[in-house]
Structure formats: structure tokens, C-alpha cells
């Protein structure tokens, strides 16, 4: 690609802006070992992680500050919606172009399993609490979601408003779920239906980002008002087709284009002809792969796929 150039403009995609804001405890973030391979660091939600260097990926998590509910109330004393974690500067200076310019604007939360057994606490380490110390999961989730919804409140009162909010939670993986529909309705459901409600109460649209193999739990999304459901991971044992047939006119779906074919051009292109004219039948889908961009993907492989995507996406 041209240098300077932003892809988006450069392909001519559909321009998405993002506000964030920081929930965190803002733990100090520092730099405990580096080499040639890789680094390690701790982060603002006290974790310590390492990051290879040669190698794009999720980094490996290696430690946590908050282990039981007595660190965990520290942790929260720390997580209070104060003006300063919000990027004021950066909204003052895109808000007005993203606007005028037909930006889609998204505010993003940070609450649940996923964000939680991954940044603070450690996968094992929730799973048992899910089951053991649900109130002390429930108060994290909780207060994870109180902290965001605070924070974007100020940022919406304050003029910048938002078409969708979202946020991720991956609850499942390969073939199957981190834990089962009877403990997502006892542990999560409520609280994500706080979300959706949230986002419905100043007229934008709720978007879930969840890897793995959710099917189980599409059917709660839809009854919490859900708008709309992301990746949706054919690898792991999504079905964007069927998912269309069965709840296309309740769910819009974005996404289910497998990650795994996109640097083969004749096998991506039997793919996309395969499902895209499925999935775009009564509109509510949003064309993306089911993961991300591979980084194998050359520039030439990838202006195919966005044209060929145009094409049969176009009424």
C-alpha cells in the first residue's frame, strides 16, 4: 500500500469510529524482562503477560494481582468513573468529522467472562469462582458494567452520542462453551441484558463480539434484545447460514467469513459465493471474516476479496 495511507480510505470500506473509555484499576504498567523473542510486561488490570515479538497472536498470561475476592476489592476501589478515563481530547478533535462524514460510532464496555477470566483474574481461576464464588464473579461483572456505563454516560451527556454499543465476551471455543446455557443464564444473562437495555435507552444498537462456538446461546441473545452478533466463527462450529435461516430476521450477523481461507484466493472466493448471497437476504449482515485479517494475506489477494465482496453484496 501507498504509505500514509489509511486502508479503509484506500479500499473504500465503510468508515466505523470507536470510543473507549478506562475501567480499569490502573494498576502501574511496566516492563519486567525484554529480549530478542519476546517481552514481558504488566498491565493497568494487573496482569502480567508475555508478547512475542516475530509472532502475531494473543499473548500468553503468566500472573495475576487479583486472585480472590480480598485482592479483588482492591482492584475495585481502584475502578471509580472518574472525567480523566475518558479520551476528551481525541473526541474533540474526530467527533465533528466522524459525524459530518456518516461515521458508524460505536462506544465500547468492557465487562464479563471473557475480559474477566482473561485480563484480571486467570480462565481456571473464574470457572471454579462461576460455580463456587458466584457472588464474588457476579460483583466483578457487575461492577465492570457499572464503572463503563458511567463513564459513557458522561461521554453522551457531554454531546458525543453513539449509534451502537458493544463489547466483547467470548464465551466459547472450539466446539463447544466455557461453562453451560443453566450457568450463562444464572451468571451472565442478567447483566447483559443490563447492557443491551443501556444501550437501547439512548436509541443505539447493541452488538455482541463473542468467539467460539456460541450456538447454544444465541437464542438468550435474542430473548435480551440483542441486535447484533460477531464473529461468528465457522472454525470453532458456527454456521452463518444456518444462523441466517434460523434467526436472520432477529439478529443482524456480522461476519462468518472463515479466517482460515482468506490467503488461498480460489478457496475464499468459493467461500464468499457459497454464503454471502444467503446471508444478505433481507439485508442484516455485515460482511468481515470470522476472527480477523491473517497477516498472510497479500495486498492483491486482499483487493480481490473486497471487491468480489462488493459484488455480491451489491441489491
Known amino acids: 500500500m501507498p504509505k500514509g495511507v489509511d486502508w479503509v480510505d484506500y479500499f473504500d470500506l465503510d468508515h466505523v469510529a470507536h470510543i473507549g473509555v478506562d475501567n480499569s484499576p490502573r494498576y502501574p504498567v511496566e516492563t519486567i524482562e525484554e529480549t530478542k523473542e519476546y517481552s514481558i510486561c504488566t498491565t493497568q488490570w494487573g496482569a502480567t503477560l508475555k508478547n512475542w515479538r516475530h509472532a502475531s497472536g494473543v499473548p500468553e498470561f503468566l500472573d495475576f494481582k487479583v486472585k480472590d475476592p480480598a485482592s479483588w476489592a482492591e482492584a475495585k476501589a481502584r475502578m471509580t468513573p472518574t472525567p480523566d478515563r475518558i479520551p476528551w481530547a481525541h473526541l474533540e478533535k474526530n467527533y465533528e468529522t466522524w459525524h459530518k462524514k456518516g461515521y458508524w460510532i460505536q462506544a465500547g464496555l468492557w465487562f464479563g467472562f471473557d475480559v474477566t477470566h482473561s485480563w484480571t483474574v486467570g480462565t481456571e481461576r473464574l470457572l471454579f469462582a462461576m460455580l463456587d464464588q458466584p457472588e464474588w464473579c457476579r460483583d466483578m461483572f457487575n461492577h465492570f458494567l457499572d464503572?463503563?456505563?458511567?463513564?459513557?454516560?458522561?461521554?453522551?451527556?457531554?454531546?458525543?452520542?453513539?449509534?451502537?454499543?458493544?463489547?466483547?465476551?467470548?464465551?466459547?471455543?472450539?466446539?463447544?462453551?466455557?461453562?453451560?446455557?443453566?450457568?450463562?443464564?444464572?451468571?451472565?444473562?442478567?447483566?447483559?441484558?443490563?447492557?443491551?437495555?443501556?444501550?437501547?435507552?439512548?436509541?443505539?444498537?447493541?452488538?455482541?463480539?463473542?468467539?467460539?462456538?456460541?450456538?447454544?446461546?444465541?437464542?438468550?441473545?435474542?430473548?435480551?434484545?440483542?441486535?447484533?452478533?460477531?464473529?461468528?466463527?465457522?472454525?470453532?462450529?458456527?454456521?452463518?447460514?444456518?444462523?441466517?435461516?434460523?434467526?436472520?430476521r432477529q439478529l443482524v450477523l456480522h461476519g462468518g467469513i472463515n479466517a482460515v481461507l482468506w490467503d488461498d484466493l480460489e478457496a475464499i472466493e468459493a467461500e464468499m459465493r457459497k454464503v454471502v448471497p444467503v446471508l444478505k437476504e433481507g439485508g442484516g449482515y455485515i460482511f468481515s471474516s470470522d476472527h480477523s485479517i491473517p497477516s498472510t494475506v497479500s495486498l492483491k489477494g486482499f483487493r480481490r476479496i473486497v471487491a468480489l465482496a462488493k459484488e455480491l453484496g451489491r441489491y
Open 147 to 248: 464503572v463503563g456505563i458511567a463513564l459513557l454516560d458522561m461521554v453522551w451527556d457531554a454531546g458525543y452520542q453513539f449509534d451502537c454499543v458493544t463489547w466483547p465476551d467470548d464465551m466459547g471455543y472450539k466446539h463447544s462453551q466455557f461453562f453451560s446455557v443453566k450457568t450463562y443464564r444464572e451468571m451472565l444473562k442478567p447483566i447483559q441484558k443490563r447492557a443491551v437495555d443501556w444501550a437501547h435507552s439512548k436509541g443505539a444498537k447493541a452488538h455482541l463480539h463473542s468467539c467460539g462456538d456460541v450456538n447454544p446461546f444465541v437464542p438468550e441473545l435474542i430473548e435480551i434484545g440483542m441486535d447484533g452478533l460477531n464473529p461468528l466463527e465457522v472454525k470453532a462450529g458456527m454456521d452463518p447460514v444456518q444462523l441466517k435461516r434460523k434467526y436472520g
